[in-house]
């Protein structure tokens, strides 16, 4: 499974952005997608994730200003940023997990990543 992720950049401090992740193969059964973030020297975080029934979970530091969507017939998850600050500045990875039948077979794939800068 590919996850291609985009939509990363550098934006001032206030700005928004919107970032995409299209996978490989079909998202739309027993698939939860998210997106986790790592900057230099931190441990990943959890950032959003969104399940095949659209509940939501998010980060406390990006409630209500980060919002997670999905598009089973495209395969793509989606991350809007609004009121982006400095302190989000990380390289975002998206994840896709795959729930099998028997859980010991669940499997999770990530994408390579894309930057993003937010200046003060």
């Known amino acids: 499974v590919q996850l291609q992720a985009s939509g990363g950049g550098l934006v001032q401090a206030g700005g928004s952005l919107r970032l995409s992740c299209a996978a490989s193969?079909?998202?739309?059964?027993?698939?939860?997608m998210a997106w986790y973030r790592q900057a230099p020297g931190k441990q990943r975080e959890l950032v959003a994730r969104i399940t095949g029934n659209r509940n939501t979970a998010y980060g406390d530091s990006v409630k209500g200003r980060f919002t997670i969507s999905r598009d089973d017939a495209k395969n793509t998850v989606y991350l809007q940023m609004n009121n982006l600050k400095p302190e989000d500045t990380a390289v975002y990875l998206c994840n896709l997990h795959h729930y099998a039948l028997n859980q010991k077979y669940d499997r999770d794939y990530w994408g390579q990543g894309t930057q993003v800068t937010v200046s003060s």
């Open positions: 193969r079909s998202i739309a059964d027993r698939v939860d």
